[in-house]
């Protein structure tokens, strides 16, 4: 989604002005439980469906909507995986790590745009896991809502990096084992696929009509028809 800002050509000020300080946000655990925690009325399903609309995000940016994304659950973790284009991983801590921060912002072909989607994980759980692939380097990173080494405040810790010839693309592994049955959230990742909650794709995919949706052995992908 492009996203841009809108100045107000007319302002109104009563006396005079001494000084203009600009607004700031706190950099305290409270907020950020705000921005990701408490941002959503049903969190389950808003982990599954921004997850899986930036998974298929990468595949229209690379150009790949004809070649399936990966959704599953095994009764401890949902697992998205794309094969687009990957993250440089030195704008892994970007996006990942700032809220505001996108790779989307002047990008009108793309749900989102605001950095808040990829951080959704932590409405439901304290840490996720980010495989990421890109140009020969595959990096693993642990995405922490509350670490006590960081004085309780999100980080984002670098595991491992290694060379690979396994093709671009990231897998979020996001452990969830409370409250829904495996039968129950693969069939939350069907519905929130079939309804397009958020037009995933935007003129790519529309409700119903243009989404191929294959169930095998537990492993749900989706793909343009």
Avoid at 190 to 201: H, M, P, Q, S, T
Avoid at 211 to 221: A, R
């Amino acid at each position: 989604m492009q996203v841009s800002s809108n100045q107000v050509d007319n302002s109104y000020v009563v006396g005079s002005t001494q000084k203009i300080n600009s607004f700031t946000l706190s950099n305290s655990k409270e907020f950020f439980d705000i921005l990701s925690k408490n941002l959503y009325s049903d969190p389950l399903r808003a982990v599954i469906r921004e997850t899986i609309c930036n998974a298929w995000d990468s595949h229209i940016k690379a150009d790949k909507t004809n070649i399936p994304i990966k959704a599953t659950y095994d009764g401890e973790n949902i697992v998205v995986q794309d094969f687009g284009t990957g993250i440089p991983h030195e704008d892994i801590p970007l996006v990942y790590g700032v809220f505001g921060g996108s790779t989307k912002v002047l990008d009108d072909t793309q749900t989102g745009g605001f950095g808040l989607g990829c951080k959704a994980p932590f409405a439901i759980t304290e840490s996720f896991t980010v495989q990421n692939i890109y140009n020969g380097i595959k990096g693993i990173y642990t995405c922490i809502r509350s670490d006590p080494d960081n004085n309780g405040l999100p980080s984002i810790r670098t595991i491992v990096k290694v060379s690979t010839d396994e093709p671009n693309g990231i897998t979020v592994t996001i452990p969830y084992s409370e409250g829904y049955s495996e039968n129950r959230i693969n069939s939350l990742i069907e519905d929130v696929i079939k309804l397009c909650e958020r037009n995933i794709g935007n003129k790519y995919l529309t409700p119903n009509k243009n989404l191929k949706i294959f169930v095998k052995k537990g492993v749900i992908t989706i793909s343009k028809v």
